[in-house]
């Protein structure tokens, strides 16, 4: 089946690190991506990882993926103010479809 | 210069009603989607069209038909609107060929619809 978990909330202070986890079940996924999405605005892509990779990092953001446990997290080092957003992570699956989370709310206090 | 633009931006109607919501890129891309989000912020996939041919048609209400005039223009009817349509309803565009994974894709800022 085609679905991914994410915890609804994370709240922060400035300046720590914020680490949101994702869980997806097709194990088919080639792609998987990290979109962030402010109030009131379209999603933006933030970052991805191709499926048989275990890391991926640009600047600060770290992608970490375990494809046995089906496990994807990113971290944002340095967690700013302007990182309040909702994030979402997506699997690419098969005709090109993506299945998103519920999305993760980050909230982050100064 | 927007890349993916939808209007109208906000759109408040009464149940029974008949509307649409455009979507047009210049991107240059081969593939549209139209998504919904509803109130819980979950996400889903409702359509999508490669060169004007429909190739993703999910669980959605035949009252929803998706037409593109073009391969830059994505537009959505919905005929006999109900109040379960409330929601922010999002375009995207991807390349068919290149970006990442053949599936980068670019999102418009989205429409909101509230049924009445």
């Known amino acids: 089946g085609e679905d991914v978990e994410q915890s609804l909330f994370l709240s922060v202070r400035e300046g720590d690190s914020s680490v949101i986890n994702c869980t997806y079940t097709?194990?088919?996924?080639?792609?998987l991506y990290w979109y962030k999405q402010e109030p009131g605005a379209g999603l933006q892509l933030l970052t991805y990882?191709?499926?048989?990779?275990d890391m991926k990092q640009d600047q600060r953001l770290t992608v970490l993926l375990n494809k046995k446990d089906k496990h994807l997290s990113l971290r944002i080092a340095d967690t700013q103010t302007g990182d309040s957003a909702i994030y979402f992570c997506?699997?690419?699956?098969?005709?090109?479809?993506?299945?998103f989370g519920q999305g993760t709310e980050l909230s982050v206090k100064p | 210069d927007t890349a993916v633009s939808q209007t109208p931006k906000y759109l408040v109607t009464q149940m029974g009603n008949d509307k649409s919501i455009k979507c047009e890129q210049n991107?240059?891309?081969?593939?549209m989607y139209w998504y919904k989000q509803d109130s819980k912020k979950f996400l889903k996939i409702m359509f999508s069209?490669?060169?004007?041919?429909?190739?993703i048609n999910e669980t959605v209400p035949n009252r929803f038909s998706p037409k593109s005039p073009d391969k830059a223009h994505l537009n959505l009817h919905i005929n006999s609107l109900e109040l379960g349509d409330s929601a922010v309803y999002f375009c995207?565009?991807?390349?068919?060929?290149?970006?990442?994974?053949?599936?980068?894709?670019?999102f418009g800022p989205g429409t909101r619809l509230t049924v009445l």
């Open positions: 069209y490669n060169n004007k041919e429909l190739i």
């Open positions: 997506a699997e690419k699956v098969g005709g090109g479809k993506l299945i």
């Open positions: 990882i191709f499926s048989n990779m």
């Open positions: 995207a565009s991807s390349p068919t060929s290149g970006g990442l994974g053949d599936n980068e894709q670019f």
């Open positions: 097709d194990s088919s996924s080639t792609y």
């Open positions: 991107l240059g891309h081969d593939t």
